[in-house]
């Protein structure tokens, strides 16, 4: 039921009261909504999927469900279990903590390949890592286990700073971000940051610049192949 992508282990919900719920149920075809109501344990609950008469007799404890939903520019889907259900006083599903996530990141502009040394600073901890691509939103850094005593245990919404220094720029520079996209494993961070409003102008501007210079140096290197 679900499509063949990657998904990643130690990757954490991020989920509000409210969220509407796209779920799907093998051999239903019609689109199918819920609401997310909160946590219990290691269930969510979530509102019986609409149409509910469609569904009523395949809702039982133990049937399998794919869920998707929408949050802070990222698509979240997990596979699940229906853990158990209750009629009164009103209706409600308890579904199984997802073991496995995807998450699918819906960029509004294209990012640039870049290899770019930084000092990553959440609290008092901090990681050598590497930016790998950049927009004028918001970057991706990778930080490696081997180049770390000890990865920061990113969370969405943490607050990061970046401590950087840009091609030409004498001075490093201090990025201000916010984690929305993370994958996890025991020996990497794959870490998609915001960048913060309060990051520095003139820091934005050197951003801007690099982007531009990376992007004409990439136009003046393609190659172009005649094929017969």
Same mark, same amino acid.
């Given at each position: 039921?679900?499509?063949? %992508? ?19 149920? !093998?051999? #239903? ?10 946590f219990?344990?290691?269930? *969510? ?5 609409s ?7 395949? @809702?039982?404890?133990? +049937?399998? @469900? ?9 698509? /979240? +889907?997990?596979?699940?279990?229906? /853990? +158990?259900?209750?009629? %009164? &006083? ?7 903590? &997802? ?16 290899? @770019? ?13 590497t ?10 850094? @990778? ?9 920061? &245990?990113?969370?969405i919404?943490?607050? #990061? ?7 030409? =720029?004498?001075?490093? *520079?201090?990025?201000?971000? $916010? =984690?929305?996209? *993370? ?9 998609? *940051? ?18 531009? $210079?990376?992007?004409?140096f990439?136009? +003046?290197? !393609? ?6």
């Amino acid at each position: 039921m679900m499509d063949d %992508k990657l998904f990643s282990q130690g990757v954490r919900l991020a989920l509000e009261l409210g969220i509407r719920l796209k779920v799907e149920i !093998e051999g #239903v075809d019609i689109p199918l909504e819920s609401t997310f109501c909160g946590f219990v344990n290691n269930q *969510l609950i979530i509102t019986p999927p609409s149409p509910y008469h469609h569904v009523q007799h395949k @809702l039982y404890d133990g +049937a399998d @469900l794919v869920v998707r939903y929408f949050y802070n520019g990222t698509i /979240y +889907a997990f596979q699940t279990r229906i /853990y +158990a259900h209750i009629e %009164k &006083p009103v209706k409600l599903i308890f579904i199984e903590y &997802p073991k496995l996530i995807q998450t699918s990141e819906l960029r509004s502009e294209k990012r640039s390949c870049c290899f @770019l040394e930084t000092v990553i600073v959440v609290g008092e901890e901090e990681n050598k890592g590497t930016i790998v691509d950049i927009a004028k939103s918001g970057c991706h850094c @990778l930080v490696r286990g081997r180049d770390n005593t000890r990865v920061i &245990p990113f969370k969405i919404d943490d607050q #990061v700073k970046l401590q950087c220094r840009f091609p030409g =720029v004498k001075t490093p *520079l201090e990025i201000i971000g $916010t =984690v929305r996209n *993370l994958r996890k494993s025991r020996y990497e961070a794959n870490v998609g *940051l915001q960048f913060h409003e309060n990051t520095a102008d003139v820091t934005m501007k050197i951003i801007i610049w690099y982007i531009s $210079t990376i992007e004409k140096f990439v136009s +003046a290197n !393609e190659v172009k192949l005649d094929i017969p």
